[in-house]
């Protein structure tokens, strides 16, 4: 154990960000909700969780505060997991409102812009599957619970501080009730809502919670899957378009991570496919976003080219052999074959093919080093297969992982 904390080098990462975004002390706790604003203005925390179930910590990882609305996406995933994508468009929008997190941001019908604003949130929680409100909420503290690996309590406090404050989020609802769009009885709605914004959780929490939303919706500590791949990538969408309120251009540009912000001074981020990330600071921008939670992300972006538009570096030539032996033109390929790997493979094999003026020779593609094949990449495949055989070369494969699928392009190989 020591012997890792020594190699280790993404906390001493972590505590330098932290270092160099303490001293922004801009923004204020939120107080409309009393009990937040008992907060340690100065608590800062960061917590990095993999994709292979490593963390990474600084400063007040362990320090536990209420989820507000980063409890939203992960309420939205158990909602399009209970009733698919479209019935939850249906009622909620995927579009930024670059309005406040707590606007009347509602279309003609009364549909809340998207699932993130607490119009869109407060709706999204009345589809989750259950008879009573109870049933509800257990179905969310569940799903959420798994989400974070461990069963997450309620601060009974922050609840009914904020069900006594709550008026404008009841006004919300029964603006939604009266045009039609929310279908349940307010009280039990927001009853609901409250609840789950009053989730305890921890920075290292919110990393898990994000790390399985980076790991196709599987948690990386406890290898449960809580939602299925597509839904993790569907709130993943929602987070990148919508998660950071009406600061969701800005941080596009200047982080580039879906994200999403809660009134606490959490901010959950993650890098698919590799980690999640949770931040922790209470003083809060104009935005409604942790300040040094948005600085901490930016340099974290910044300095480590996290942003998901960042022009990824081309891998190695997929091809690591091509060599003639009498007719046979031998091509071996390796690693991940997306869209320009096939694109690369098609024009070289061409080449060869035209410059040894070989009509009749037969083409081995030997993908035993292949780790897989992109949707993009299978169907190029098949075209290149079906073409080299229309013009009367002989082809085989030889694919022992079973990689290519075959038919579903327009060619097919057999
Ligand atoms: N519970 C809070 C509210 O509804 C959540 C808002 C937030 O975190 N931005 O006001």
């Known amino acids: 154990m020591e012997q890792t904390e020594r190699i280790e080098p993404v906390n001493r990462i972590l505590d330098a960000l932290l270092r160099l975004s303490a001293p922004v002390t801009t923004g204020r706790i939120a107080d409309y909700i009393p009990e937040l604003a008992k907060a340690d203005p100065d608590a800062f925390g960061i917590a990095v969780v993999s994709v292979l179930g490593h963390a990474y910590e600084a400063g007040d990882s362990r320090k536990e505060f209420t989820l507000q609305s980063i409890s939203k996406p992960f309420v939205y995933a158990l909602a399009i997991s209970d009733l698919g994508l479209d019935a939850v468009h249906e009622r909620v929008g995927f579009e930024p409102s670059g309005e406040p997190f707590n ?63 709550g008026d404008r989020n009841r006004a919300l609802a029964y603006l939604m009730k009266a045009s039609g769009s929310l279908t349940r009885e ?39 899957q809580i939602v299925d791949s597509a839904v993790a990538r569907h709130t993943l969408a929602v987070m990148g378009s919508c998660g950071m309120y009406d600061y969701a251009g800005q941080w596009a540009v200047r982080v580039g991570m ?58 190695a030539s997929p091809i690591h052999l091509l060599k003639w032996d009498a007719d046979v033109l031998s091509a071996g390929i390796r690693g991940d074959l997306d869209f320009v790997d096939l694109e690369l493979i098609v024009h070289e094999v061409a080449e060869e093919l ?54 579903v392009g327009q060619g097919g190989l057999a």
């Open 103 to 165: 606007a009347f941001s509602l279309d003609d019908q009364g549909r809340p812009a998207n699932p993130m604003v607490n119009a869109g949130a407060l709706l999204t929680s009345s589809l989750i599957s259950g008879q009573s409100s109870s049933e509800r909420f257990a179905r969310i503290h569940a799903s959420l619970s798994g989400f974070a690996g461990r069963v997450l309590d309620v601060d009974q406090k922050v609840f009914e501080s904020e069900r006594e404050s």
């Open 186 to 224: 307010v009280l039990d709605v927001t009853e609901v809502y409250f609840r789950q914004c009053s989730l305890l959780v921890t920075t290292y929490d919110i990393a898990v919670m994000s790390a399985t939303l980076a790991n196709d919706g599987i948690n990386p500590m406890t290898g449960v």
């Open 258 to 315: 879906p994200a999403k912000s809660g009134v606490s001074g959490g901010i959950s981020a993650v890098k698919p496919g590799q980690f999640g990330i949770g931040v922790f600071s209470p003083r809060l921008d104009d935005a409604g976003n942790s300040s040094r939670g948005v600085a901490v992300l930016t340099l974290l972006s910044e300095g480590y080219g996290l942003n998901l538009l960042q022009h990824p570096p081309r891998p």
């Open 354 to 407: 035209a410059t040894k003026k070989k009509s009749d020779a037969e083409v081995r593609f030997d993908l035993t080093h292949v780790t897989s094949i992109g949707e993009a990449a299978n169907m190029m495949l098949e075209q290149l297969v079906t073409r080299l055989k229309e013009s009367g070369f002989r082809v085989s494969i030889e694919d022992p992982s079973m990689l290519v699928k075959v038919g």
